[in-house]
C-alpha cells in the first residue's frame, strides 16, 4: 500500500505540476490537501511520510477520532460542512476552515479561537453552482460576507473562496465554475485594501483538479487519486 500511495502522490504532483505550467504558473504556488475521509490512521501516515503535509478531514467527528494517532506536524483542514456546535472540538487543531457560508458560524470561530489566544485562517464556500443538495453562498452573496467577516469578527482572517464543483464525467463541463470563484475573487479583491486582499482558491478534487489549476486553484483535495476507492462501510 506505501509504494502505491507513494507512487499515487508523485503522479499526482507530476500532474499539478504539468497544470500549472499550462496556465503559465509556479507549481510551488498550489498546495495538494490529501483528503482522508473514511481511511484510517495508518494510511493517513503513510501519506504523510511521502510528503502530503497538509490532510483534509470533512467531518468533524471523524478529524477528533483520528487526530492523536496521525503523525504530529501535519496541518489540518476542515473541508466539510461545519456546523456551529461543533466549532469548539477543533478549534485547537485545525489550520483552515474551508467551508465557511454564514456570518453566525465566522462569530462561531471568532468566539471559539478568541478565546483560546488564536486566529483562524478560514475560506468562504461558495455555491457556484446553485446545487440545492451543496452548501455554500451564492455567488452574489460572498462579497457581503466576506466584509462582515473582516469587520466583525476579529480572530477570524478570510483568506479566499472554495467550491465544490458538480459531479461531471468531463472536467470540461465544470470549468465554468472554477472560472466563476477566480473572477469572484478578483472582482471581491477590487474592494479590499493590501493584506485583507484573497489570495488562496480552494477547488478542484480527484477528477478535475487539473482544470482548477489552470482556472487558478492554488488548493486542490485530491482523496481518491491518492489512497484508491472508499470504502463507505467502514467505520473509523
Known sequence: MKEDIRANIEDIRQRIAAAAKRAGRDPEDVTLIAVTKLHDPEEMNEAIA??????????????????DSVTEGVRWHLIGHLQTNKVKYIADKVCMIHSVDSLKLAKEIDKRCGAIGRTMDVLVEVNCAGEESKSGVAPDGAQGLVCDIINECPAVRVKGLMTVAPAADDPEDVRQYF???????????????????????????????????????????VGTAIFGARDYSKKI
Open 50 to 67: 511521502c510528503g502530503a503535509s497538509d490532510i483534509g478531514e470533512n467531518k468533524v467527528q471523524e478529524l477528533t477520532a483520528k487526530y
Open 179 to 221: 472560472r466563476q470563484l477566480r473572477l469572484l475573487k478578483d472582482k471581491i479583491n477590487e474592494g479590499l485594501d493590501g493584506p485583507l486582499k484573497l489570495s488562496q482558491l480552494s477547488m478542484g478534487m480527484s477528477h478535475d483538479f487539473e482544470t482548477a489549476i489552470e482556472e487558478g486553484a492554488t488548493m486542490v483535495r
